[in-house]
């Protein structure tokens, strides 16, 4: 009896390793299998003239995918748990996400692209193949994402928008879109123009639209995956949780919202071989409804934090 007892824990302790390495070969597998499944559903979309549909589709299944992997496979468990914002995300996500981004980059700044294309202007490389184009696009718009990031860390008044997104207890998808509408137009003007001042086509406008959608709700998720030297390329989740951190110290870094090349140009690039902290969020005051934190920016009260959150030599 007792031999076969000890043969039964033999099976299933061998059966345990094997699901332990199944999983931890699938951290590594799951981002850029996501991210490649997304570009593949909007190249699609674009080929049949159907962008905005398409990018619709695949972000409302990206979403449910990284719930359901969230659940199954998290980061941290504690994040899991109600943190009571989650009208307040939503509200935030429907203000900035849809009407600013929306409305602005897809209809003002394509319009502009296509004017300028139509006149002949710009210096952009349309003989490229359209991969490189996207590529060069991402890199364009990511120096001015990069910048209004940073000033939003180091100048106060900024910050005090940008402390909105900070204020959140927890990382995961549904908090992507909480930015205060003021931080989204600051990156948005900082951005675009940049592409339609070089004569960038409509179809790369909506590849660096599309990707940096997609790879906003991934730096966010509550997934557990492992990264190696893609963490040195994308903004990726583990590399966004540093961002995160209440220390200034850790979190003034990682100010790029798709690619990493101006945190490692500029030295700002910050993801230690240790384990991000958990306890995230702001020292100062946030309101916990939607309204509220709208108006917090403009109060007096949030003067003092942004000063000790940005200057972290106390001056």
């Known amino acids: 009896m007792n031999i076969t007892s000890s043969e039964e824990i033999k099976v299933t302790t061998g059966d345990s390793r094997k699901r332990n390495l199944v999983v931890y070969g699938l951290t590594f597998l799951l981002w850029p299998a996501i ?3 997304c570009i593949l559903a909007t190249s699609f979309g674009i080929k049949t003239e159907h962008a905005a549909l398409y990018f619709n589709i695949t ?3 990206l979403a449910l995918t990284i719930f359901t992997l969230e659940r199954f496979l998290p980061h941290e468990r504690k994040w899991l748990k109600n943190d009571g914002q989650m009208p307040a995300d939503l509200a935030h996500t429907l203000l900035t996400k849809g009407s600013i981004q929306v409305l602005v980059v ?3 700044t394509v319009g502009i692209a296509e004017a300028v294309a139509s006149k002949g202007g710009g210096l952009w490389p349309t003989h490229w193949p359209m991969v490189l184009q996207a590529a060069l696009g991402l890199l364009i718009a ?3 994402m990069y910048a209004a990031h940073r000033i939003a860390h180091e100048w106060g008044p900024l910050w005090r928008f940008h402390a909105v997104h900070h204020s959140a207890s927890r990382l995961w998808f549904f908090n992507t879109g909480r ?7 600051t990156s948005v003007l900082l951005s675009q123009p940049l592409l339609f001042l070089t004569g960038a086509p409509t179809e790369v406008f909506i590849w660096v639209t599309s990707i940096t959608g997609f790879i906003g ?14 963490n040195y ?16 110290a850790e979190g003034n870094n990682n100010y790029g919202e798709n690619l990493m090349f101006y945190d490692v140009l500029f030295k700002t690039f910050y993801c230690p071989k240790r384990r991000p902290p958990t306890n995230i969020g702001i020292d100062g005051p946030m309101p916990s409804n939607f309204f509220g934190q709208i108006v917090q920016p403009f109060r007096r009260d949030q003067t003092t934090h942004s000063i000790n959150h940005v200057r972290a030599d106390g001056e």
Do not use: K, Q
């Not at 390329?233 to 200034?248: D, E, K, L, M, Y």
């Open 35 to 37: 991210l490649a499944s």
């Open 59 to 61: 972000y409302v299944c």
């Open 106 to 108: 897809v209809g003002v």
């Open 142 to 144: 990511e120096s001015g």
């Open 179 to 185: 930015f205060h509408v003021v931080d989204t137009v």
């Open 217 to 230: 709700m991934l730096t966010h998720c509550n997934i557990e995956m492992r990264f190696g030297p893609l």
């Open 233 to 248: 390329v994308f903004n990726t989740p583990a590399v966004h949780r540093w961002h995160h951190s209440r220390n200034p």
